[in-house]
């Protein structure tokens, strides 16, 4: 245990918390804008990973040149899920909400299975692979730039956010869907804009992880976990938050797994979680 | 004092359906003489796995129908009773007759354990805590070597005493018979709740917590009754599932598969209701089963493709679920 | 005149801003009180800390001669207190009989006794035809007496009903004042947040009058009305209906 394997560490979980950011905040934009937890998140980065995977199978397109596309897959994913399912249980019960995003989580799963088989399959011989040396440490050349797009794309988020014209109208359609009308937003292009806003992040982290990691229909679950965590720990409607839980978790995934024991990665991540909620509801940043 | 006030008390506290009791009366008659009429390995398999889910679905209907919290962890109760009875039949040869009350022990233990820390959270926070639960649980008994591990526990096989090791090799109709009367005792203990002190307490819980408090409902305390009924409920079941295929292992015993299939059966029947659980099971189990064998190989999942599609088209038109097809005349409103 | 609720300085404040700012007050057994102030006033937050809802930073609530402070709400109303909601919950998926029902059970009879005492309460409000309705199904002065009935069938011997006037159309208010005066003949010791000054004048034996976290004056009714600062609060303010 030398001090260059625990930098490692620290490096990698970084690296992997900025990809978590990433996906949790898509997470947390369309629920700080409609109040629904998408419990079909992890398949939707799925179906970005898939995307990816078949564009350089099919087409023979490298996943970064592929972003683009898989970031318009998603988009529409996205409108079609608002127009299709969500918009009609923005006024049911929390727990008619839950189960409808959760139905969407199975059949997407079910669907990827029945289409694709559970086998594993991964990009071979992206444009980014091998390793990169900084300072002594070696970093994965394609978790490196996924990492750095990622957290570009989580900046750009939340500039989006914050101080476009657009932006705007989305956080007061938040804040207050009525009081938005009144202003002339149109709150269901709103929400159809924060599912494709919220989805084409995950597609960017999905397609950067294609990269190097291996895509299957159950991979997404993994990735969800960490994302209600991230989520709930960061504070539910905080983007910023997003960010700071992404990174811890990414962290202690990491050191828990180098200092403890890898198998029981999820639980050290769990653990956080309890504590943080159970001292503090409202998440570090949440209302 | 007037009329109406006169008339009103005069009338019975529970509106007795005939139609109900009849219909109920019949089709347990014909649960228990269904096996005389040479039924199939898989129809009996079918019937099984029917009481089996059913009686899963009642208990998650419990903390969620009755007390308002919504669970996606669930399966953390069937192999915590599947684990116990199996443990001690393999290494103290203990009967998993009794193994099934110290299951339930042990569940109800788990879900007090959990349930207190619990109570500070709700809503999302609460159904992502679950999750977090399902899978950890999933994740220790991996590596628990005490239980096998990741291998599981191999129950090994008796043909001397049968009744005694709950253990049937010819035949389904015992484990047919024995997933019956648990079917029917647990049904008969949830419909008994429903129309106690407890259930009216547990129906406040569930619709506004805050106005059940200041009714004198100690809030916290009823949840965690009601988290210990439903472990209480589904633990057998993990137990009894243990003693039908006989080997366990994590994956099969924690599957999350089995806390959304629950979830998504009690949705769609009703939550709230006595009956939703089953109107849920009879029609999701039969489709699963038979999309399993019609399809093969990777049609294992059709089943659930077609649950997910069913599961959002009822959210989106008839959340209360199927039970709220039934006119309100044969529920009386809700008195059953 | 026994003393049956006493508050002592009670103090809240949540993040910067002083909910309630060092109030006492006492009321006596059998009498009505009626608390007043513009929006903001921190009525509802006094509600609040004397049920149990919220803790309050300093101070002392005594009930009967016992102190209250720091339990919890069903515990509070178990001692006696019943409350209303201004923003009203009725237990929206079950119907009238039910929802008063499990008011009922609180003073620990079955389910036979509390059907029963639950229908005495809704004939008390007037409801009884209505008992088999869900409560969704009810309008909001309908919803107004579920909430008195459901308090009522708790048995308290303090009722605190935040603005059961409001929001509801004028034909219906004489009506909710007779419940109320109807229900203080009984014995029950009522304390209601109000802004409809022409019934808390009418009704309350005495009254609290609030502006911005701090008491202003609790007195008779005539005396308040006279009140230079009462009438300073309510000059501007928007929800004073004097007539």
């Not at chain 1, 639980?267 to 570090?284: A, D, E, K, M, S």
Request: aromatic share 12%; with cysteine; proline share 4%.
């Amino acid at each position: 245990m030398t001090i260059e394997i625990i930098i490692q560490a620290i490096i990698s979980g970084l690296l992997m918390g900025f990809i978590y950011a990433l996906i949790a905040a898509g997470l947390s934009l369309i629920f700080g804008l409609m109040g629904i937890v998408n419990f079909a998140h992890g398949e939707h980065l799925m179906l970005s990973m898939f995307s990816s995977f078949w564009l350089w199978t099919l087409l023979g397109l490298d996943p970064i040149i592929s972003i683009p596309i898989t970031m318009l897959i998603l988009a529409i994913s996205g409108i079609l899920t608002h127009y299709l399912l969500i918009r009609y249980i923005l006024k049911a019960k929390m727990i008619v909400q839950i189960c409808a995003t959760f139905g969407l989580s199975v059949f997407l799963r079910s669907l990827a299975q029945f289409l694709w088989t559970p086998d594993f399959r991964n990009v071979a011989n992206p444009l980014l692979e091998g390793r990169l040396e900084i300072a002594g440490i070696f970093i994965g050349q394609p978790q490196f730039y996924a990492s750095l797009v990622c957290l570009l794309s989580f900046l750009l988020l939340y500039l989006f956010v914050n101080k476009s014209e657009t932006g705007l109208a989305l956080q007061a359609t938040a804040q207050d869907r009525k009081a938005a009308e009144t202003l002339g937003i149109n709150s269901n292009k709103m929400f159809a804009l924060g599912w494709a806003l919220g989805l084409s992040c995950v597609s960017i982290a999905g397609t950067m992880m294609s990269n190097f990691f291996f895509i299957f229909p159950d991979v997404g679950v993994h990735f969800a976990l960490f994302a209600f965590v991230a989520v709930a720990l960061g504070g539910f409607g905080s983007i910023i938050g997003c960010l700071i839980a992404g990174i811890i978790i990414g962290l202690v995934e990491s050191l828990g797994g180098l200092l403890i024991d890898p198998s029981y990665k999820l639980l050290y991540v769990f653990l956080i979680y309890l504590i943080v909620v159970i001292y503090r509801p409202q998440g570090l940043f949440g209302r | 004092m007037n009329n109406n006030l006169q008339n009103a008390k005069l009338e019975p506290l529970w509106h007795t359906n005939k139609f109900i009791f009849a219909l109920i009366f019949f089709l347990v008659t014909l649960f228990f003489f269904f096996p005389f009429i040479n039924p199939s390995n898989f129809q009996l398999h079918l019937m099984i796995m029917i009481f089996m889910y059913a009686v899963m679905a009642q208990s998650w209907n419990v903390i969620a129908g009755f007390s308002g919290q919504i669970s996606l962890g669930h399966v953390i109760f069937f192999g915590i009773g599947g684990y116990t009875s199996s443990f001690f039949y393999v290494e103290y040869g203990i009967t998993p007759w009794i193994g099934i009350f110290v299951g339930i022990l042990f569940s109800s233990l788990v879900a007090i354990a959990i349930g207190i820390p619990m109570l500070r959270l709700s809503g999302h926070y609460f159904a992502i805590a679950t999750l977090l639960i399902g899978f950890s649980f999933q994740t220790i008994f991996q590596r628990w070597d005490l239980i096998g591990a990741a291998s599981g526990l191999w129950i090994p096989l008796n043909w001397d005493s049968p009744w005694l090791t709950l253990q049937f090799h010819e035949s389904k109709i015992p484990y047919y018979y024995i997933f019956l009367i648990f079917f029917l005792l647990s049904y008969f203990s949830i419909w008994i709740l429903y129309r106690s002190k407890i259930g009216f307490k547990l129906r406040a819980i569930r619709d506004d917590p805050q106005a059940a408090a200041s009714l004198g409902i100690p809030v916290a305390k009823y949840k965690i009754i009601a988290f210990v009924i439903s472990a209480i409920v589904m633990s057998p079941m993990g137990s009894l599932f243990a003693q039908y295929i006989l080997v366990i292992e994590p994956e099969r015993m924690f599957d999350i598969e089995i806390s959304i299939i629950v979830l998504l059966i009690a949705v769609m029947g009703g939550v709230g209701n006595v009956w939703g659980p089953l109107i849920g099971t009879i029609i999701l189990i039969p489709l699963s089963e038979y999309t399993r064998i019609f399809f093969g190989g990777t049609g294992g999942s059709v089943d659930l493709i077609i649950y997910g599609i069913l599961i959002m088209l009822i959210c989106i038109f008839r959340p209360s679920g199927l039970i709220s097809f039934f006119p309100k005349k044969i529920l009386e409103r809700k008195k059953f | 005149m026994t003393n049956i609720l006493k508050v002592e300085n009670l103090s809240k404040s949540f993040g910067g801003i002083i909910a309630n700012n060092n109030i006492s007050f006492e009321a006596s057994s059998g009498e009505i009180i009626g608390i007043i102030g513009p929006n903001g006033a921190g009525k509802s937050t006094l509600f609040d800390l004397i049920t149990g809802y919220t803790k309050p930073d300093t101070g002392g609530i005594k009930f009967n001669g016992k102190s209250i402070l720091n339990l919890r709400p069903d515990l509070i109303s178990s001692l006696g207190i019943g409350r209303t909601f201004q923003k009203l919950k009725p237990f929206l998926d079950q119907t009238l009989l039910e929802n008063v029902m499990i008011g009922a059970l609180a003073t620990g009879i079955n389910l036979n006794q509390a059907r029963d005492k639950a229908l005495e309460m809704i004939d008390f409000v007037d409801l009884i035809d209505k008992r088999h309705h869900f409560a969704k199904e009810l309008s909001t002065g309908q919803r107004k007496r579920l909430e008195l009935a459901r308090a009522m069938a708790t048995e308290p011997k303090l009722l605190m009903m935040d603005e059961v006037t409001g929001g509801v159309d004028q034909k219906t208010v004489p009506g909710l004042v007779e419940l109320i005066k109807k229900l203080n003949k009984l014995g029950v010791t009522i304390l209601t947040i109000e802004h409809n000054m022409r019934v808390i004048m009418d009704i309350s034996h005495k009254i609290l009058a609030l502006d911005q976290g701090k008491k202003i004056i609790f007195d008779k009714p005539k005396n308040v009305q006279l009140n230079e600062k009462v009438i300073d609060a309510y000059l501007g303010g928007v929800n004073a209906t004097t007539s």
